[in-house]
C-alpha cells in the first residue's frame, strides 16, 4: 500500500511556493534530501558535464511502494505531510511535495525502487513532467535511483548560461559535501565524468574523518569539535571548527586573497543562511584575533519552535529567540577559544633556549627512501618511445626539505600574539584588496633594480625546478629537466627572505613575542664589549627608529617599565611574519641587533630601507652553527613553493657559483648503461 497522497488544496495554498530548479546543484541536493529522509546510510551522486547531460543519485534507503510511483513527479504529492498542523512538527527534509516534479519538468527522469520486502525493484519514467510509460519490472537493489537525463535540454538559454561545465561540478561537490560533513553516518561518493571519485566520505560517524579526507589533513588537524545543550532556549548544537590562526598572518593574508572561507549552517538537519549567526561567530574569532578556514554548526531546535515554511528552496528558516540562541552560542564559543587561546598562536622560540642554542649539536642528515617517479605513459603517447635519460621528477611534493633533517631538540617555545603595524606614512593608497601600495621613489627603485638584475635563464630554472635533497647543510640538490644543479641553501633562503620583504613592505604580518626580549641583554649576547652607556645609547637609537621599523617591516620596539620600579628598558616586542609557519633561528637576534647597528646606513632612504630588508632576511635565512638537525619550526613546513613563485634569482649567482650544473641524466646514462 502506497504512502505518498495528493495534499488537500487548502495545505496547498499554504504552502505551495512554486519552487523552480535553477542548476543541477539545486536537483542534487533535493535528490539527496529525498535519500536521507528515507534513511539511506550510503549515497553515491554521478554526473556528465557538470550535471547537465547526466545527474544520478542512487541510495540505499527504504524504498518507495510501486503503487506510489505514479505519484513522485506530481505536484503537491508527498508522504511527509498530511495537514497544515504537521508543519510545527515537521523534521524530515521536504515536505512540499514539489521537488521531483520540479525536475521532471525540464528533464528526462527514470526513477528505480525496491523496497527491501518486494522481490523485485519497479522502474517508471517521465519527460516534461508527465509519465511516459507503465511501470515495469526491473533488476536493483534495495533502495532508489533517480536519473535525470539532458537537464533543460528544451531550454537553450538556460543551457547556454550553464555551459561552465566545471562550475556546475565544483558546485555539486561543494553541496555533496556540506552533507558529509554533517552526516558523518552516511556514506555519500561523487563520481564525474567517469573518472572515479571525485568526492568519497566513509561514514564512520567522526566529522573530524570527513573533514580530513574532503579538505586535507592540514585542515582537520587539531579541528576543534563543537557541543552545545541549553534546555532553557530548547536547542543543541554540534560542530567542528578548523583549528584557527591569527588573522595577522600569512595564512590569513593568502586565506583572504584565495576567498577560502566557509560557514556551513545546518538548523533541524537542513543547509540554511542566517547572516546574523555568521556575522557574531566572525566577530567573536576577530576579537580574539584569529580566523578559520572552515566552521560548521548544526542546531537542532524543538520543531514547534521553528517555521520552516518561509522561503522557496528551504534556504532560509525563521526560529524563536533567534538572538538569545545567537547570544549563547557566541557566549560559548569565546569559552572555548579562550580557554586554550596559545593553542592557536604561532610560536617561537623562548629566549632560554636563544640563548643554548650555541651549545646544540650539528645537523645530521638522513636517508630517504623516496625514489624519483617515472610518469606513465597515456593512450596518447603510448607508442611513443620515453628515453630513459630524458625521464624528469614530476612533483616537487614527493619531496620536502625537512625530510633530509633529523628531529632536533630545540622546541623550546614561547607564545606569541599577532599585532597590527601602525599606519604612519602618507605616501600610498589602499588597494581594493586592503593592501597598501607606496609611491616611494626609493621602494620602486629598489624593486625594480631586483628585477632588473635578475636572470631570465636562471628564473625558469627555479620556476621549473624539484628538489631532490641535501647534499650538506650548505647545499641542496635541485633538478630543472633533465640537468641536476647544487645551490648554496643560505645564499638562496636570505635572497628569497629579502625579495618576500621589498616586495610586501608596509604589508607584513608579525609576531608578538610573549617575552619582550631586552636590547642591551641582546647586544651582550652578541659578544659586544661596549660598557653599559654605550649600549644603552645604542638601544634609545633603535627606539627612535621603531615607528619606521614596525610601519615598513613590522618588527618593533618599546620602552617597558620594569615590575619592580627600576627603569624602563628598551625590548624588541614584535616580529615580521615572512612565509607562514616558518620561524627564524631565534639564536641569531642578537646578530640582527647588531646588523641593525652597524650595518644599516640610517641617513640616506634608500640604503637604509636596502640594509634593514637584507638584515631581517640574513636572521631568516639559514645559521648552520645553530643548527640541532630542525631546519624549520615544527609548527609547519616552510612554503618553499615560494622559490618557484617569487623568486627573482639574480644573475650573478652564476659566476658567483650560487646555482653550478652538476651533472644531466643524459650524461649519467652514458656511463652506467655501460655498468
Given at each position: 500500500?502506497?504512502?505518498?497522497?495528493?495534499l488537500?488544496?487548502?495545505?496547498?495554498?499554504?504552502?505551495?511556493?512554486?519552487?523552480?530548479?535553477?542548476?543541477?546543484?539545486?536537483?542534487?541536493k533535493?535528490?539527496?534530501?529525498n535519500s536521507?529522509?528515507?534513511?539511506?546510510t550510503?549515497?553515491?551522486?554521478?554526473?556528465?558535464?557538470?550535471?547537465m547531460t547526466l545527474?544520478?543519485?542512487k541510495?540505499?534507503?527504504?524504498?518507495?511502494?510501486?503503487?506510489?510511483?505514479?505519484l513522485?513527479?506530481?505536484r503537491?504529492?508527498?508522504?511527509?505531510l498530511?495537514?497544515?498542523?504537521?508543519?510545527?512538527?515537521?523534521?524530515?527534509?521536504?515536505?512540499?511535495?514539489?521537488a521531483l516534479?520540479?525536475?521532471?519538468m525540464?528533464s528526462?527522469l527514470?526513477?528505480t525502487?525496491?523496497?527491501?520486502?518486494?522481490?523485485?525493484a519497479?522502474?517508471i519514467?517521465y519527460?516534461?513532467?508527465?509519465?511516459?510509460?507503465?511501470?515495469?519490472?526491473?533488476?536493483g537493489?534495495?533502495g532508489t535511483?533517480i536519473t535525470?537525463d539532458?537537464l533543460?535540454?528544451?531550454?537553450?538559454?538556460r543551457?547556454?548560461?550553464l555551459?561552465?561545465h566545471a562550475?556546475?561540478s565544483?558546485?555539486?561537490?561543494?553541496?555533496v559535501a556540506?552533507?558529509?560533513?554533517?552526516?558523518?553516518?552516511?556514506?555519500?561518493i561523487?563520481?564525474?565524468?567517469e573518472?572515479?571519485?571525485?568526492l568519497?566520505?566513509l561514514?564512520?560517524?567522526?566529522r573530524e574523518?570527513v573533514?580530513g579526507?574532503?579538505?586535507?589533513?592540514e585542515?582537520c588537524k587539531?579541528?576543534l569539535?563543537?557541543r552545545?545543550?541549553?534546555p532553557?532556549?530548547?536547542f543543541?548544537?554540534?560542530?567542528?571548527m578548523?583549528?584557527?590562526?591569527?588573522?595577522?598572518?600569512?595564512?590569513?593574508?593568502d586565506?583572504?586573497?584565495?576567498?577560502n572561507?566557509?560557514?556551513v549552517l545546518?538548523?533541524?538537519?537542513?543547509?540554511?543562511s542566517?547572516?546574523?549567526l555568521?556575522?557574531?561567530?566572525?566577530?567573536?574569532l576577530a576579537?580574539?584575533?584569529l580566523?578559520?578556514?572552515y566552521?560548521?554548526m548544526?542546531?537542532m531546535?524543538?520543531?514547534?519552535?521553528?517555521?520552516?515554511n518561509?522561503?522557496?528552496?528551504?534556504?532560509c528558516?525563521?526560529?524563536?529567540q533567534?538572538?538569545d540562541?545567537?547570544?549563547r552560542i557566541q557566549?560559548?564559543?569565546?569559552a572555548?577559544l579562550?580557554?586554550?587561546?596559545?593553542?592557536y598562536r604561532?610560536?617561537?622560540p623562548?629566549?632560554?633556549?636563544?640563548?643554548?642554542?650555541?651549545?646544540?649539536?650539528p645537523?645530521?642528515l638522513?636517508?630517504s627512501?623516496?625514489?624519483?617517479?617515472t610518469?606513465?605513459?597515456?593512450?596518447?603517447?603510448?607508442?611513443?618511445?620515453?628515453?630513459?635519460?630524458?625521464?624528469v621528477r614530476v612533483s616537487?611534493s614527493?619531496?620536502?626539505?625537512?625530510?633530509f633533517?633529523?628531529?632536533?631538540?630545540?622546541?623550546a617555545?614561547a607564545?606569541?600574539d599577532?599585532v597590527d603595524?601602525?599606519s604612519?606614512?602618507?605616501?600610498?593608497?589602499?588597494?581594493?584588496?586592503g593592501?597598501?601600495?607606496?609611491?616611494l621613489?626609493?621602494?620602486?627603485?629598489?624593486?625594480?633594480?631586483?628585477?632588473r638584475?635578475s636572470?631570465?635563464?636562471?628564473?625558469?630554472?627555479?620556476?621549473?625546478?624539484?628538489?631532490?635533497g641535501?647534499?650538506s647543510p650548505?647545499c641542496?640538490?635541485?633538478?630543472?629537466d633533465?640537468?641536476?644543479y647544487a645551490?648554496?641553501?643560505?645564499?638562496?633562503?636570505e635572497e628569497?627572505?629579502?625579495?618576500i620583504?621589498?616586495?610586501s613592505?608596509?604589508?607584513?604580518?608579525?609576531?608578538?613575542?610573549?617575552e619582550?626580549?631586552?636590547?642591551?641583554?641582546?647586544?651582550?649576547?652578541?659578544?659586544?664589549?661596549?660598557?653599559?652607556?654605550?649600549?644603552?645609547?645604542?638601544a634609545?637609537?633603535l627606539?627612535?627608529?621603531?615607528?619606521?621599523?614596525?610601519?615598513?617591516?613590522?618588527?618593533?620596539?618599546?620602552e617597558?617599565?620594569?615590575?619592580?620600579?627600576?627603569?624602563a628598558?628598551?625590548?624588541i616586542?614584535?616580529?615580521?611574519?615572512l612565509i607562514?609557519a616558518?620561524?627564524?633561528?631565534?639564536?641569531?637576534?642578537?646578530?640582527?641587533?647588531?646588523?641593525?647597528?652597524?650595518?644599516?646606513?640610517?641617513?640616506?632612504?634608500?640604503?637604509?630601507?636596502e640594509?634593514?630588508a637584507?638584515?631581517?632576511?640574513a636572521?631568516?635565512?639559514?645559521?648552520?652553527?645553530?643548527?640541532?638537525g630542525?631546519?624549520?619550526s615544527?609548527?609547519g613546513n616552510?612554503k618553499?613553493?615560494?622559490?618557484k613563485?617569487?623568486?627573482f634569482?639574480?644573475?650573478?649567482?652564476?659566476?658567483?657559483?650560487i646555482?653550478?650544473p652538476l651533472?644531466?641524466?643524459h650524461?649519467?646514462y652514458?656511463?652506467?648503461?655501460?655498468?
Amino acid at each position: 500500500m502506497g504512502v505518498i497522497q495528493q495534499l488537500p488544496e487548502d495545505v496547498v495554498r499554504k504552502i505551495a511556493a512554486g519552487e523552480v530548479i535553477v542548476r543541477p546543484a539545486n536537483a542534487v541536493k533535493e535528490l539527496i534530501e529525498n535519500s536521507l529522509d528515507a534513511g539511506a546510510t550510503e549515497i553515491t551522486v554521478t554526473i556528465k558535464e557538470g550535471g547537465m547531460t547526466l545527474l544520478q543519485v542512487k541510495d540505499n534507503g527504504t524504498g518507495i511502494y510501486k503503487d506510489d510511483l505514479p505519484l513522485v513527479c506530481e505536484r503537491f504529492a508527498t508522504s511527509k505531510l498530511r495537514s497544515i498542523d504537521d508543519l510545527s512538527r515537521m523534521t524530515t527534509f521536504g515536505f512540499r511535495g514539489e521537488a521531483l516534479a520540479s525536475i521532471a519538468m525540464v528533464s528526462s527522469l527514470n526513477v528505480t525502487s525496491k523496497r527491501r520486502d518486494a522481490p523485485c525493484a519497479y522502474q517508471i519514467a517521465y519527460k516534461n513532467g508527465a509519465m511516459t510509460g507503465r511501470i515495469r519490472p526491473s533488476a536493483g537493489g534495495d533502495g532508489t535511483t533517480i536519473t535525470v537525463d539532458g537537464l533543460f535540454e528544451a531550454s537553450e538559454s538556460r543551457r547556454a548560461a550553464l555551459k561552465n561545465h566545471a562550475e556546475e561540478s565544483a558546485r555539486v561537490i561543494d553541496i555533496v559535501a556540506k552533507y558529509a560533513v554533517h552526516r558523518p553516518d552516511v556514506s555519500f561518493i561523487v563520481m564525474r565524468d567517469e573518472r572515479g571519485c571525485d568526492l568519497r566520505s566513509l561514514g564512520t560517524g567522526k566529522r573530524e574523518d570527513v573533514l580530513g579526507v574532503l579538505y586535507g589533513d592540514e585542515l582537520c588537524k587539531e579541528a576543534l569539535v563543537l557541543r552545545l545543550n541549553d534546555p532553557t532556549l530548547h536547542f543543541e548544537m554540534e560542530g567542528i571548527m578548523a583549528s584557527p590562526y591569527s588573522i595577522h598572518s600569512a595564512e590569513a593574508k593568502d586565506s583572504k586573497r584565495k576567498r577560502n572561507k566557509q560557514f556551513v549552517l545546518f538548523i533541524n538537519n537542513r543547509p540554511v543562511s542566517c547572516a546574523v549567526l555568521k556575522s557574531s561567530t566572525e566577530q567573536t574569532l576577530a576579537s580574539k584575533g584569529l580566523a578559520t578556514t572552515y566552521l560548521m554548526m548544526a542546531l537542532m531546535i524543538d520543531p514547534s519552535r521553528v517555521d520552516v515554511n518561509v522561503h522557496p528552496t528551504k534556504d532560509c528558516v525563521f526560529f524563536l529567540q533567534q538572538d538569545d540562541v545567537t547570544e549563547r552560542i557566541q557566549e560559548y564559543l569565546d569559552a572555548v577559544l579562550e580557554a586554550d587561546i596559545n593553542k592557536y598562536r604561532p610560536k617561537l622560540p623562548s629566549l632560554q633556549s636563544m640563548m643554548e642554542a650555541q651549545m646544540l649539536a650539528p645537523l645530521g642528515l638522513s636517508r630517504s627512501s623516496d625514489s624519483v617517479k617515472t610518469p606513465q605513459p597515456t593512450k596518447s603517447d603510448s607508442s611513443e618511445k620515453r628515453c630513459d635519460y630524458n625521464l624528469v621528477r614530476v612533483s616537487g611534493s614527493e619531496r620536502r626539505l625537512e625530510q633530509f633533517f633529523l628531529p632536533g631538540h630545540s622546541s623550546a617555545h614561547a607564545t606569541v600574539d599577532t599585532v597590527d603595524a601602525p599606519s604612519s606614512q602618507e605616501d600610498y593608497r589602499v588597494t581594493e584588496s586592503g593592501t597598501r601600495e607606496f609611491s616611494l621613489e626609493s621602494i620602486e627603485s629598489l624593486r625594480q633594480s631586483v628585477i632588473r638584475e635578475s636572470s631570465t635563464e636562471l628564473r625558469a630554472i627555479f620556476k621549473g625546478h624539484f628538489v631532490v635533497g641535501c647534499a650538506s647543510p650548505e647545499c641542496v640538490l635541485l633538478q630543472h629537466d633533465t640537468t641536476l644543479y647544487a645551490c648554496t641553501l643560505q645564499t638562496l633562503l636570505e635572497e628569497i627572505m629579502y625579495q618576500i620583504i621589498l616586495f610586501s613592505l608596509g604589508n607584513l604580518g608579525s609576531y608578538r613575542l610573549d617575552e619582550p626580549l631586552p636590547v642591551v641583554e641582546l647586544l651582550k649576547a652578541s659578544g659586544c664589549e661596549e660598557g653599559d652607556e654605550q649600549l644603552k645609547e645604542a638601544a634609545t637609537f633603535l627606539s627612535s627608529k621603531a615607528s619606521m621599523l614596525n610601519d615598513f617591516f613590522s618588527l618593533n620596539f618599546e620602552e617597558i617599565q620594569e615590575t619592580d620600579g627600576g627603569e624602563a628598558r628598551v625590548c624588541i616586542t614584535t616580529l615580521p611574519s615572512l612565509i607562514h609557519a616558518h620561524s627564524p633561528q631565534m639564536a641569531a637576534l642578537p646578530e640582527l641587533i647588531l646588523c641593525l647597528l652597524v650595518e644599516v646606513d640610517w641617513d640616506e632612504e634608500i640604503r637604509c630601507i636596502e640594509g634593514v630588508a637584507r638584515s631581517i632576511a640574513a636572521f631568516y635565512g639559514l645559521h648552520k652553527r645553530w643548527l640541532d638537525g630542525d631546519l624549520y619550526s615544527s609548527d609547519g613546513n616552510t612554503k618553499w613553493t615560494s622559490v618557484k613563485d617569487r623568486l627573482f634569482p639574480p644573475s650573478k649567482w652564476t659566476e658567483a657559483g650560487i646555482l653550478t650544473p652538476l651533472t644531466s641524466i643524459h650524461d649519467l646514462y652514458k656511463i652506467f648503461e655501460r655498468c
